[in-house]
Antibody
Framework: QVQLVESGGGVVQPGRSLRLSCAAS????????MHWVRQAPDKGLEWVAV????????YYADSVKGRFTISRDNSKNTLYLQMDTLRAEDTAVYYC????????????WGQGTLVTVSS | DIVMTQSPDSLAVSLGERATINCKSS????????????LAWYQQKPGQPPKLVIS???TRESGVPDRFSGSGSGTDFTLTISNLQAEDVAVYYC?????????FGPGTKVDIK
């Protein structure tokens, strides 16, 4: 069955960096677009970034552009999110999600990993 | 950026009755070349990740009960839950994937009256 397992979350000070990972299994990872979506405590969903199946395109929300970098390793079935210059407002549960089409919905989601930015 | 709005913010419906959630996009999200609306609906229960229930505005995902239906085109969309069941209590989000950033609506909380 499809599994997406995020890791790498934790408590980090403002201005520092963190890298999230998402291990995928149960589907052909290299054929799917991959997203990061976050949810601040008791708030709604915020789309963060997407990377095409072949890494040919990457797009970001304005709130993270220039600070976050999405990447993937298709040989390892793993998605990454490098988060630099973290701010308190980046505190959220970060979900990875898979979509069959580059411009399409996210059909499969992980359970999420919590990132807390605090001094 | 395309801004997604939803109404109402929350609603309470009696078991077996109908729940209707509206979603509006600030721009047209109907792609003329394939006549598809680039809109999804997600259900999120407490402590769980979102679950895709409707894609392309009206296509129910596999395993989703047929009491869930999506409609609308262009800029105005509706999610209808007929015969509301206790397990349908959740927050529902619409999302456009017509243009990046792929923005979500603010969510609508559905409860039992």
């Amino acid at each position: 069955q499809v599994q997406l397992v995020e890791s790498g979350g934790g408590v980090v000070q403002p201005g520092r960096s963190l890298r999230l990972s998402c291990a995928a299994s149960g589907f052909t990872f290299s054929s799917y677009g991959m997203h990061w979506v976050r949810q601040a405590p008791d708030k709604g969903l915020e789309w963060v970034a997407v990377i095409w199946f072949d890494e040919s395109n990457r797009y970001y929300a304005d709130s993270v552009k220039g600070r976050f970098t999405i990447s993937r390793d298709n040989s390892k079935n793993t998605l990454y999110l490098q988060m630099d210059t973290l701010r308190a407002e980046d505190t959220a549960v970060y979900y990875c999600a898979a979509g069959e089409h580059s411009y399409g919905p996210a059909g499969w989601w992980g359970q999420g990993t919590l990132v807390t930015v605090s001094s | 950026d395309i801004v997604m709005t939803q109404s109402p913010d929350s609603l309470a419906v009696s078991l077996g009755e109908r729940a209707t959630i509206n979603c509006k996009s600030s721009q047209n999200i109907l792609y003329n070349s394939n006549k598809k609306n680039y809109l999804a609906w997600y259900q999120q229960k407490p402590g769980q990740p979102p679950k895709l229930v409707i894609s392309w505005a009206s296509t129910r995902e596999s395993g989703v009960p047929d009491r869930f239906s999506g409609s609308g085109s262009g800029t105005d969309f509706t999610l209808t839950i007929s015969n509301l069941q206790a397990e349908d209590v959740a927050v529902y989000y619409c999302q456009q994937y017509y243009n990046t950033p792929f923005t979500f609506g603010p969510g609508t909380k559905v409860d039992i009256k």
